[in-house]
């Protein structure tokens, strides 16, 4: 005789699903976008900007879109020539969680399936997770490219902390950025670019 199904076996099965379903839909992005379309900086380092504009220069089609760059991010398009119709300057973003959170809604609507990740390479773990559980949920693709600009090791704990606050995110639609504060609004319309 079969037992009843108990709410630790629907939950065990929910999470056996549930395991396939963000690689299905990075899979997926990556069949109808084989080429990223859009290259995603996330903010910190002019260094980043500055690989972000060479990697544009190699393929006029690509749009930049800067998640809380410095303060000197469209002087260093400029002086790589980019043209500011391809560059978006987006500050809202307060953290690395939230870099992906703010944008992935605007990428969705602009149907975008597949980006270029900009960070550095001690930031990409942490960056690669997030990427992960926000972007592939959303059915967004992400090929990072580095730059080994620190030699600093990304603690395990912020990549676990960061990797909770995404799940959480995936579940609430918040990631607990507000406990610090509002986010800052950009100034530039998404429509403009």
Do not use: C
């Not at 119709?85 to 870099?99: E, G, P, Q």
């Not at 606050?165 to 403009?192: E, M, N, P, V, Y």
């Amino acid at each position: 005789m079969l037992k009843q199904p108990t709410l630790a076996g629907f939950t065990l099965i929910a999470f056996i699903l549930g395991l396939g379903y963000i690689p299905a839909r990075i899979a997926i992005a990556k069949q109808q976008a084989h080429r990223p379309e859009l290259i995603l900086v996330l903010g910190g380092s002019p260094a980043r900007e500055r690989l972000a504009a060479q990697l544009a220069s190699t393929d006029p089609s690509l749009k930049i879109w800067v998640s809380s760059g410095t303060s000197e991010a469209a002087s260093e398009f400029a002086a790589a020539r980019i043209p500011a119709s391809r560059v978006y300057l987006d500050h809202r973003a307060t953290d690395t969680v939230t870099n992906f959170t703010t944008v992935v809604k605007d990428l969705k609507r602009k149907h975008i399936d597949h980006v270029y990740l900009v960070t550095s390479a001690y930031h990409l773990p942490r960056a690669q997770v997030i990427a992960t559980i926000v972007f592939g949920s959303q059915g967004i693709a992400v090929t990072p490219v580095t730059i080994a600009d620190e030699q600093r090791i990304e603690s395990r704990w912020r990549i676990v902390r960061d990797g909770l606050r995404s799940l959480i995110w995936l579940s609430t639609g918040r990631t607990g950025a507000s406990l610090r504060g509002q986010f800052q609004h950009s100034h530039f319309k998404w429509q403009d670019f």
